[in-house]
């Protein structure tokens, strides 16, 4: 997570307002801040199976650092995913709500990340991750989803990263809320598993609140 240095309320209007760390420049050779730019997760392009999901686990600490404390960021998405000294960092808190009331508060949501329909609290956060996953691997904008790209549909065989991380997005971006995965330590057990390409074939359950969505996870044997 990023730090706040200081937030409050502007007096005129009553506006939230936050004061966060400089992230690490775009062009480290800038020659000012003039031309400043963040370096974003945003400006990293697409990346393998096993790439997306080391880049996204990265976000799921950010998250899970939130939801234990009952907080739901809202608007998760490549651009809010910075560097700082290095590291990837979840920032960007305006639209920052608590628990179940986050789906009434948070109106903010960048188009295609906020899931359709009525959705409350961590879910918001866990759809939105999964269009983050979505846009890494594939390289397409969240708004493309669920079409994949010709590099991908043209490669024949897929390997077994990409067929897990594919799964899990579908899991993830469920157009039914109901069948959606909602717990957020299966989805870091599975990127876990694709960012590590260790462990022998095995069987894991994707559950959501209602329903059990079983599929098979393919992992590369340890060399």
């Not at 966060?20 to 800038?30: F, K, Q, S, T, Y």
């Not at 801040?33 to 976000?59: H, N, Q, R």
């Not at 700082?84 to 295609?112: C, K, M, P, Q």
């Not at 708004?143 to 594919?166: H, K, M």
């Amino acid at each position: 997570m990023l730090a706040v240095i200081d937030y409050g309320l502007e007096p005129v209007h009553g506006l939230a307002w936050e004061e966060l760390p400089v992230a690490d420049a775009l062009d480290p050779d800038g020659a000012g801040f003039d031309e400043y730019s963040p370096a974003t997760l945003a400006s990293e392009g697409f990346a393998s199976a096993s790439s997306a999901a080391k880049a996204a686990l990265e976000v799921v600490r950010g998250l899970e650092f939130l939801h234990r404390r009952g907080w739901v960021h809202g608007d998760v998405k490549p651009a809010n995913v910075l560097k700082w000294h290095g590291e990837r960092v979840l920032g960007d808190y305006d639209t920052l709500g608590h628990g179940s009331e986050a789906g009434r508060t948070i109106t903010a949501s960048t188009e295609g990340y906020c899931p359709p329909g009525t959705c409350e609290g961590p879910d918001r956060d866990l759809f939105a991750l999964g269009k983050l996953i979505y846009e890494l691997w594939s390289g397409n904008s969240r708004l493309e989803y669920p079409s994949i790209p010709s590099r991908l549909t043209d490669a024949g065989t897929w390997s077994r990263e990409d067929r897990l991380i594919n799964r899990l997005i579908e899991a993830l971006c469920h157009p039914i809320g109901l069948n959606r995965l909602r717990r957020l330590e299966q989805v870091q057990e599975a990127l876990e598993a694709v960012a590590s390409g260790t462990a022998d074939r095995k069987s894991t359950r994707l559950n959501s609140s209602h329903a059990n969505i079983s599929y098979a996870v393919f992992c590369l044997k340890k060399k």
